[in-house]
């Protein structure tokens, strides 16, 4: 039976400001990147996403981004390799503070906004995270976007990594995902999102918001968590890929 990881970045409020349905979009997933305290989330936020993980049987991974509250971790900051490799290695360690009081594993490293993007288009900074993954601890997987200059660094440094692609998101010809700022870059509607799940699980390829088809590799989907219709979109996906005998499981 082929099987996937559903995941979604959450843990993203902070002290009284509300990001996201976490609450009813952890029934749904396998996996979850939890916020680390950069771009957003909180300690204690951090220790109750943890605790409702828990809840549901979902595992764990980080979610470092740029240390850009106001900006949600979306805008795109200059940093040194160095800064890079503090920061992430920084977040990892106090998501996984958290994880071993609660007598949980930590399961991956998902960079989040802006540092994500970052890594698909700078080498300097995708080495650099990946450098501080391998170094916290070499078996943590770092999941990223198949075919770029994340997975070329990922293999460079040693880094073991989980490919990821995203049935909410529009992606263009060349394999990149349209800007948030083009229109139909985010797909909204449930059952579209769906179709391009099961798409992309069983035939490998999606459709190119530019024109044509993008080949897909992917061990993961990841539903974002701030998306008004994340919810409703999960349980579509999660619904439309058992319906085709498709497991639904960490990877």
């Excluded at 400001?17 to 680390?36: H, I, Q, T, Y």
């Excluded at 305290?37 to 951090?46: E, N, Q, R, V, Y």
């Excluded at 300097?124 to 993954?133: G, K, M």
Aim: hydrophobic share 45%; charged share 25%; proline share 6%.
């Amino acid at each position: 039976m082929p099987f996937i990881d559903i995941n979604a970045d959450a843990g993203e409020s902070f002290g009284p400001w509300k990001m996201g349905r976490d609450e009813e979009l952890f029934p749904v997933l396998s996996s979850v990147n939890l916020a680390s305290g950069f771009h957003a989330g909180d300690p204690l936020t951090m220790q109750r996403s943890i605790a409702l993980a828990a809840e549901h049987g979902v595992a764990v991974g980080a979610h470092p981004g740029f240390p850009d509250r106001v900006g949600f971790g979306r805008r795109d900051l200059a940093v040194t390799p160095e800064q890079a490799y503090a920061d992430v290695l920084y977040q990892i360690g106090a998501l996984h503070g958290f994880l071993r009081v609660a007598g949980l594993a930590l399961h991956h490293v998902k960079p989040h906004g802006a540092l994500y993007l970052q890594m698909l288009r700078n080498e300097v900074t995708a080495r650099a995270v990946a450098r501080a993954v391998r170094d916290y601890d070499p078996e943590l997987p770092l999941v990223l976007l198949a075919g770029t200059t994340m997975e070329e660094a990922a293999r460079a440094e040693g880094v073991r990594y989980v490919r990821e692609a995203f049935p909410d998101r529009a992606y263009l010809s060349d394999g990149r995902l349209a800007p948030r700022s083009m229109e139909g870059a985010l797909v909204r509607d449930p059952e579209r999102a769906a179709e391009r799940a099961v798409r992309m699980v069983l035939e490998g390829k999606v459709e190119a918001l530019d024109g044509g088809e993008v080949e897909v590799r992917a061990e993961t989907l990841c539903v974002h968590g701030d998306n008004p219709e994340a919810v409703e979109i999960a349980r579509a996906v999660r619904a439309a890929l058992e319906a085709k005998g498709v497991e639904v499981r960490p990877f």
